[in-house]
């Protein structure tokens, strides 16, 4: 399918009870993510049918397939912008049925979007510390009287922004507007946001979308240093076939709304399904 840069470790994935692989330093955890027969109606019309997927605690993992497949429509049922129609989605084993896109958000789950959402006005820390807002420790009362609680959690905040963006080499441009950076520091400072949340599972959403050769390659390796400082999962859509079977593990196929393959990058690259799929079927050579 594409030449891959490899950026992944010898990670051996191993079958789980639910008919799924994970990393073998996973298998004795409680999956991250586990989705039990997954599906989505719109109007009589079935974008994501019996999806059935989980992702170990450590886990970097990758949802592809040809454009309309669903795997945004998956991302918005993980994230509870869509409520499912069937199925089930547990996070960290617990179920998260009824819960709206902000108890998600605390019970673990952070994204970031196709298109940009970041807010331009507003410096590069100001952005950051939007995703540490789940994490303030003072209430109304304090902050409008500026008591020595509010300097205190102030001061924190402004700390733990400062050692996100230094994560990612950003920390100069603190003080910069986000609408003035360039595209790919863009890109990076909306993962930076999401990782403020304190998250559990990072849901990519085509972060390399619109980065250049160089770009994508520091960002599979800057997703790979992610996964491995906070000890989180990671599931990332994307296009850039390079960047998915260069750091995932384990990679599950969408085609039409419902799950055509699922395993490691050397087997899905291999799969027939996965190919036709992606270049469509062979003609038959003349006899």
Request: proline letters at 4%.
């Amino acid at each position: 399918m594409t030449q891959r840069i490899r950026h992944r470790s010898d990670t051996r994935m191993v079958p789980v009870p639910s008919h799924s692989i994970v990393p073998e330093r996973d298998v004795d955890q409680i999956p991250v993510l586990e989705t039990r027969h997954l599906g989505i109606d719109f109007g009589g019309l079935k974008a994501v049918d019996d999806f059935n997927l989980t992702i170990g605690r450590t886990e970097i993992a990758g949802l592809i397939g040809p454009n309309g497949a669903g795997k945004t429509t998956v991302f918005n049922m993980l994230t509870k912008v869509y409520e499912p129609t069937t199925g089930a989605v547990l996070i960290n084993g617990q179920d998260m049925k009824g819960l709206n896109i902000v108890q998600a958000s605390r019970l673990g789950i952070a994204r970031t979007f196709q298109n940009i959402r970041l807010f331009d006005k507003m410096t590069v820390e100001e952005n950051v510390r939007i995703g540490l807002h789940n994490q303030i420790r003072y209430d109304m009362l304090t902050g409008i009287l500026r008591l020595p609680r509010y300097w205190k959690q102030e001061k924190k905040q402004h700390e733990r922004a400062m050692e996100l963006l230094d994560i990612f080499h950003m920390q100069d441009l603190a003080d910069e507007e986000a609408g003035s950076l360039p595209y790919g520091a863009q890109r990076r400072l909306e993962i930076v946001r999401a990782l403020a949340t304190d998250p559990k599972l990072l849901l990519l959403d085509e972060p390399a979308a619109g980065m250049n050769p160089r770009e994508t390659e520091e960002l599979m390796e800057t997703i790979a240093r992610i996964r491995d400082r906070f000890q989180i999962a990671i599931l990332l859509i994307e296009h850039d076939m390079s960047l998915v079977m260069g750091v995932c593990e384990g990679i599950c196929v969408l085609n039409f709304g419902r799950i055509i393959a699922k395993g490691t990058a050397d087997e899905i690259q291999a799969n027939p399904a996965v190919i036709e799929a992606y270049l469509g079927k062979r003609k038959e050579a003349d006899a």
